[in-house]
């Protein structure tokens, strides 16, 4: 499988029910590694550019008035096949329809307050995260590197 990246945003219905930590623990339990995170309020002006590919569509000035109506946390996940396995856990845009389990099932309202968004293709997925995150900003990391020897504490030595 493909490293891909993959940009989620918890929209203000998730933030303001407080379920920004369980999709974040359920995530790393799945493997992915959080490589970028910041909590912005969205002016709609932002997200007009971000949701370009809608403009003109029916949905497209509640989307805007309603993902900028309060804080939203952005965040960039890491791993193989990130794409089609996180869409599965966030489950169908209307969360009448989706799966029992998934994110929108468990705390969606309706296809609107749905909670979550996630990049639906590998390029959706570099475009999205470049829009919020310069490069610089996106944290590859060793999950490991923490337990190296040298990172440590000295031993005290044993007294005679």
Same mark, same amino acid.
Request: proline share 9%; net charge positive; aromatic share 10%.
């Given at each position: 499988?493909?490293?891909?990246?993959?940009? #989620?945003i918890?929209?203000?219905?998730g #933030?303001g029910?407080? #379920? #920004?930590?369980?999709i974040?623990?359920r995530?790393?339990?799945?493997?992915f590694?959080l490589?970028?995170?910041?909590?912005?309020?969205?002016?709609?002006?932002?997200?007009?550019?971000?949701?370009?590919?809608h403009?003109?569509?029916p949905?497209?000035e509640?989307?805007?008035?309603?993902?900028s109506?309060?804080?939203?946390?952005?965040?960039?996940w890491?791993?193989a096949?990130v794409?089609?396995?996180i869409?599965a856990?966030i489950?169908?845009?209307?969360?009448a329809?989706?799966?029992a389990?998934?994110?929108?099932a468990?705390?969606?309202?309706?296809?609107?307050?749905n909670?979550i968004?996630?990049s639906?293709?590998?390029a959706?997925?570099l475009?999205?995260?470049s829009?919020?995150f310069?490069?610089?900003?996106?944290?590859?990391?060793?999950p490991?590197?923490?337990?190296?020897?040298e990172?440590?504490?000295p031993t005290?030595?044993?007294?005679?």
């Amino acid at each position: 499988m493909t490293d891909e990246l993959s940009c #989620v945003i918890v929209k203000p219905d998730g #933030v303001g029910k407080a #379920v #920004v930590g369980k999709i974040f623990a359920r995530l790393e339990a799945e493997g992915f590694r959080l490589t970028a995170a910041r909590m912005v309020r969205p002016t709609p002006e932002l997200l007009g550019g971000f949701y370009a590919e809608h403009k003109g569509k029916p949905f497209y000035e509640g989307l805007l008035k309603f993902i900028s109506s309060g804080p939203i946390v952005v965040t960039a996940w890491r791993g193989a096949d990130v794409i089609r396995k996180i869409r599965a856990l966030i489950g169908s845009t209307n969360p009448a329809e989706a799966a029992a389990g998934t994110f929108r099932a468990q705390w969606g309202t309706d296809n609107r307050r749905n909670l979550i968004h996630a990049s639906d293709s590998p390029a959706s997925g570099l475009r999205e995260t470049s829009f919020f995150f310069a490069p610089e900003e996106l944290a590859p990391y060793d999950p490991m590197l923490w337990s190296r020897p040298e990172y440590a504490p000295p031993t005290p030595a044993l007294k005679s």
